[in-house]
T-cell receptor, first 113, second 114 residues
Framework: AQSVTQLGSHVSVSEGALVLLRCNYS??????LFWYVQYPNQGLQLLLK??????LVKGINGFEAEFKKSETSFHLTKPSAHMSDAAEYFC???????????FGAGTRLAVHP | DTAVSQTPKYLVTQMGNDKSIKCEQN?????MYWYKQDSKKFLKIMFS???????INETVPNRFSPKSPDKAHLNLHINSLELGDSAVYFC?????????????FGEGSRLTVL
């Protein structure tokens, strides 16, 4: 069965600093992996996805993630944090058909001036 | 012009009551979902319908009954509410029943059971 683990339930960075949110996956087949973002009191929004094409995936709002099979990781990065990036970030893996997504526990990103 | 809309946004009720949450999408998608987000923000899929047919049914108490009158609507009815049902329930939709993992979520319905 596929699963994802997000390391760190809370991450705090200064505005302008590098953002690094960690996600490791477990999958018996080549995984399809995703990052979603949830702003306060809103639904989730897709940031980016990996579906076995390029290992470095670029998403919206300047975020990118790199698929590393050797490390079973799919970490999310952004070179320079903005205040507006403060949100909850979820890593997810596709499990079986019908777009069934299994989500990690989420990482809350705080950005301070 | 909301793509996936849920009503109500907030629902406070007593244990033992029955309540419904409605969801509508105007994206023309074929597949709709219900997810439950608990107090620790953990998200878990409950159900999925494709063109009014149930295709995903996770281990959910049978007090929860989804209904899809057409492919643009997916409602969730909960009988005999319990304290543990308190959560945010998210509706989502996707195009087709493929593997692109791109779900469009509503803003959630926060259910509080007292």
């Amino acid at each position: 069965a596929q699963s994802v683990t997000q390391l760190g339930s809370h991450v705090s960075v200064s505005e302008g600093a590098l953002v690094l949110l960690r996600c490791n996956y477990s999958s018996s087949v080549p995984p399809y992996l995703f990052w979603y973002v949830q702003y306060p009191n809103q639904g989730l929004q897709l940031l980016l996805k990996y579906t076995s094409a390029a290992t470095l995936v670029k998403g919206i709002n300047g975020f990118e993630a790199e698929f590393k099979k050797s490390e079973t990781s799919f970490h999310l990065t952004k070179p320079s944090a903005h205040m507006s990036d403060a949100a909850e970030y979820f890593c997810a893996v596709l499990s079986g058909g019908y777009n069934k997504l299994i989500f990690g526990a989420g990482t809350r990103l705080a950005v301070h001036p | 012009d909301t793509a996936v809309s849920q009503t109500p946004k907030y629902l406070v009720t007593q244990m033992g009551n029955d309540k419904s949450i409605k969801c509508e999408q105007n994206l023309g998608h074929d597949t709709m979902y219900w997810y439950k987000q608990d107090s620790k923000k953990f998200l878990k899929i409950m159900f999925s319908y494709n063109n009014k047919e149930l295709i995903i049914n996770e281990t959910v108490p049978n007090r929860f009954s989804p209904k899809s009158p057409d492919k643009a609507h997916l409602n969730l009815h909960i009988n005999s509410l319990e304290l543990g049902d308190s959560a945010v329930y998210f509706c989502a939709s996707s195009q087709g029943q493929g593997d692109d993992g791109e779900l469009f979520f509503g803003e959630g319905s926060r259910l509080t059971v007292l």
